[in-house]
């Protein structure tokens, strides 16, 4: 583990300078540098959040050893306490498919700071904490876009863009998202910024059920980060970003305004964009643009500014 440790410590005592200079509390201190150690280690403010890429050919009792010596490595080069270090055991997929998967029912909830507001978050209960550390510079994009606009948040997960666009100045927010649980975080996370939560904006279900819906509202600004699969019983059929984006951006259209800027991003590593279908001014791709600087996997994501 010394490799490991080695390469933690030079990366936080670079990380941590960089943070503190862009008032930044919660960002990658380690993203899979060395190949031997497949950790993605987060700070959370005071606590420490750790992915861990397992192999499969590892039997389970080599898994929990190894997970264990890392997080002994963590707390003695980051001076933690174990309490305050959460790691989560992850698949290595092709797609994102365990996603937002409950692991734990401890419920350690926190609320942290980013841009100026708060944002609630669960290190213990999911693979996913709440708050995608990497979409943090889009997510900024939004408070100075968003201002005067009606914004349509799809697939929202807990609302973080809603949030942003709504502390902006946004006309109108819509949020979309098949989990109930999902939804009430994102009201949580509004109230928590004294932002005013209309009922009928927040809109638990399916989303392509939503688009091929009536349109009741045109937006000006829209976000839509799917997961890269999803069965979900609570839908019909199943989600799948690769082969159902083309259908989904073409119904979008028809809910958008003339002049309207949509961000499309998803994290499926293998993706490749069919926008043969789309009629709109341009397409552009802005992924280097929207990794921020604590990344180094600078395939964390794929994102594209399609202007209607």
Same mark, same amino acid.
């Given at each position: 583990m010394e490799p490991f440790a080695n390469r933690l410590k030079k990366n936080f005592k670079h990380t941590a300078k960089?943070?503190?200079?862009?008032?930044?509390?919660?960002?990658?201190?380690?993203?899979?540098?060395? /190949?031997?150690? /497949?950790?993605?280690?987060?700070? #959370?403010?005071?606590?420490?959040?750790?992915?861990?890429?397992?192999?499969?050919?590892?039997?389970?009792?080599?898994?929990?050893?190894?997970?264990?010596?890392?997080?002994?490595?963590?707390?003695?080069?980051?001076?933690?306490?174990?309490?305050?270090?959460?790691?989560?055991?992850?698949?290595?997929?092709?797609?994102?498919?365990?996603?937002?998967?409950?692991?734990?029912?401890?419920?350690?909830?926190?609320?942290?700071?980013?841009?100026?507001?708060?944002?609630?978050?669960?290190?213990?209960?999911?693979?996913? +904490?709440?708050?995608?550390?990497?979409?943090? /510079?889009?997510?900024?994009?939004?408070?100075?876009?968003?201002?005067?606009?009606?914004?349509?948040?799809?697939?929202?997960?807990?609302?973080?863009?809603?949030?942003?666009?709504?502390?902006?100045?946004?006309?109108?927010?819509?949020?979309?998202?098949?989990?109930?649980?999902?939804?009430?975080?994102?009201?949580?996370?509004?109230?928590?910024?004294?932002?005013?939560?209309?009922?009928?904006?927040?809109?638990?279900?399916?989303?392509?059920?939503?688009?091929?819906?009536?349109?009741?509202?045109?937006?000006?600004?829209?976000?839509?980060?799917?997961?890269?699969?999803?069965?979900?019983?609570?839908?019909?059929?199943?989600?799948?970003?690769?082969?159902?984006?083309?259908?989904?951006?073409?119904?979008?259209?028809?809910h958008c305004n003339p002049g309207a800027k949509i961000y499309f991003s998803n994290n499926f590593r293998n993706f490749?964009?069919?926008?043969?279908?789309?009629?709109?001014?341009?397409?552009?791709?802005?992924?280097?643009? +929207?990794?921020?600087?604590?990344?180094?996997?600078?395939?964390?994501?794929?994102? #594209?500014?399609?202007?209607?």
């Open positions: 960089w943070a503190d200079r862009n008032a930044v509390s919660c960002y990658r201190i380690y993203d899979h540098d060395i /190949p031997e150690y /497949p950790f993605c280690v987060d700070i #959370y403010e005071d606590c420490i959040h750790v992915s861990a890429y397992l192999s499969r050919y590892q039997s389970v009792e080599e898994q929990d050893e190894y997970v264990s010596a890392a997080g002994k490595v963590i707390t003695e080069v980051l001076h933690v306490p174990e309490e305050k270090v959460f790691v989560k055991h992850r698949r290595v997929l092709a797609r994102r498919e365990e996603q937002y998967e409950k692991v734990a029912a401890v419920q350690h909830k926190m609320v942290v700071a980013e841009g100026g507001l708060k944002f609630r978050v669960n290190l213990s209960d999911y693979l996913d +904490t709440g708050l995608f550390l990497d979409h943090r /510079p889009l997510r900024s994009r939004f408070l100075t876009e968003a201002k005067g606009k009606q914004v349509l948040n799809l697939f929202a997960y807990t609302g973080s863009f809603s949030v942003y666009a709504a502390a902006s100045g946004a006309t109108g927010v819509t949020t979309v998202d098949l989990s109930q649980t999902y939804i009430q975080w994102t009201k949580e996370n509004f109230a928590l910024n004294d932002l005013e939560i209309i009922e009928e904006d927040f809109i638990q279900g399916d989303v392509m059920t939503f688009l091929k819906g009536e349109v009741t509202r045109k937006y000006d600004l829209v976000i839509v980060d799917p997961p890269s699969f999803s069965n979900s019983k609570r839908m019909s059929g199943t989600w799948d970003t690769q082969r159902d984006h083309p259908t989904m951006l073409h119904l979008l259209l028809k490749q964009p069919d926008f043969s279908r789309l009629k709109v001014q341009s397409v552009k791709e802005i992924s280097q643009e +929207t990794i921020p600087e604590d990344f180094r996997n600078k395939q964390i994501h794929k994102c #594209y500014d399609i202007l209607v």
